[in-house]
């Protein structure tokens, strides 16, 4: 299935899977240009995988299947809750888990996620700095 990535904040945004950035002041011309790019076929394409995600509840005894391109997450819908996972992938049973969430992604997916997890401002890395007492010091 084609998909067409369009950044529309890439301010704030890596858009890895975005072949164009459109910011709001320049809009309309960019998605014409993008447009005239697509019916001259001046694009290219890559072939991305995607995650089959099965799942059987004990609990509430319903079935879920649903294939996702970048990252699935799973949790109760209380927060509160912690969650048993018996994780199989390609069939083979790889162990039973205990957690308040699962995140199964693919690489395309990965690099999203992983910047929102990580994100460290200069401020986050003083904090913790001065916190282990290593403020002023060089590392």
């Known amino acids: 299935m084609p998909i067409l990535g369009v950044n529309t904040d890439p301010l704030r945004?890596?858009?890895?899977?975005?072949?164009?950035?459109?910011?709001?002041?320049?809009?309309?011309?960019?998605?014409?240009?993008?447009?005239r790019y697509i019916e001259r076929e001046n694009f290219e394409y890559f072939m991305r995988?995607?995650?089959?995600?099965e799942m059987d509840s004990a609990?509430?005894?319903?079935?879920?299947?649903?294939?996702?391109?970048?990252?699935?997450?799973?949790?109760e819908e209380n927060v509160s809750q912690t969650s048993i996972f018996l994780i199989k992938v390609d069939g083979a049973n790889i162990g039973k888990f205990k957690s308040s969430g699962l995140i199964i992604?693919?690489?395309?997916?990965?690099t999203g996620?992983?910047?929102s997890a990580k994100?460290?401002?200069?401020?986050?890395?003083?904090?913790?700095l001065t916190t282990l007492g290593a403020h002023g010091e060089s590392a």
């Open 13 to 35: 945004s890596v858009g890895c899977l975005c072949n164009r950035k459109v910011t709001h002041a320049t809009c309309e011309d960019d998605i014409q240009r993008m447009m």
């Open 49 to 53: 995988q995607r995650l089959l995600f």
């Open 59 to 75: 609990v509430t005894e319903t079935k879920h299947r649903h294939y996702s391109l970048n990252e699935i997450f799973v949790a």
């Open 105 to 110: 992604a693919t690489g395309t997916g990965s």
């Open 113 to 115: 996620w992983l910047y």
């Open 119 to 128: 994100r460290f401002t200069e401020l986050d890395v003083m904090r913790a």
